[in-house]
């Protein structure tokens, strides 16, 4: 059996690996989205220095529209958010598909209207609902009431957070940490 002497988890200090640079020099804007075929949550997040930042958040309610016209809805208020606050990447909740085929397929469109806002270029992601759960309450299987209040303070914001608008805050906040986390790896892999 080989004896290796390896650092315990415990002795692990963020802040001693996190360079000082941690999200570029002016830092890093990241968009949020939570699609939905009759309300779509938005939320923006600035990163710097490993620091999460509320930026704004809301929702794009198209609930009394025709469908198609829902989708043109959705796409026009994504652009328009993606011209005011300049993200630099976009994080959007991958579509849960449950029992009812007709849902996920109007979610799977409204996603779709949203992404196709996106100017090419820039970065993309999507996340599980349940990996956003977990990266922001510790339980996969967190209920939308547990979400809203550990957005609420993580972020220390004073106001009640609508549902839609507290799951895209929390589709930012997953991504800005498996952000920070990939950067963190990087610096420990080249002082390996």
Partial sequence: MRNSRT??????????????DAGGASGCRI?????????????VLAWRAGEYV?????CIDVSGLEFAARLRRIFE?????IAEHVPDEVAVER????RNADSALKLGQ??????????VGTATF???PRAVKLAVVGFGA?????????????????????????DALAVALCHAQARRLALLMRVSGRRA
């Fill in 95 to 98: 579509v849960f598909v449950s």
């Fill in 77 to 81: 208020a994504v652009q328009s958010l």
């Fill in 31 to 43: 968009l949020g989205l939570d699609p939905g075929s009759r309300r779509t949550g938005y939320g």
């Fill in 54 to 58: 509320h930026v704004t958040h809301g």
């Fill in 110 to 119: 409204a996603r779709g209207a949203a992404l196709a806002a996106v100017p």
């Fill in 7 to 20: 650092s315990s988890w415990r002795a692990y200090r963020p802040e001693a690996a996190q360079p000082a």
């Fill in 126 to 128: 999507e996340y599980a």
């Fill in 142 to 166: 967190a209920e939308k009431g547990q979400v809203g209040h550990m957005i609420a303070r993580l972020l220390a914001l004073d106001a009640r957070v609508p549902v839609d608008a507290a």
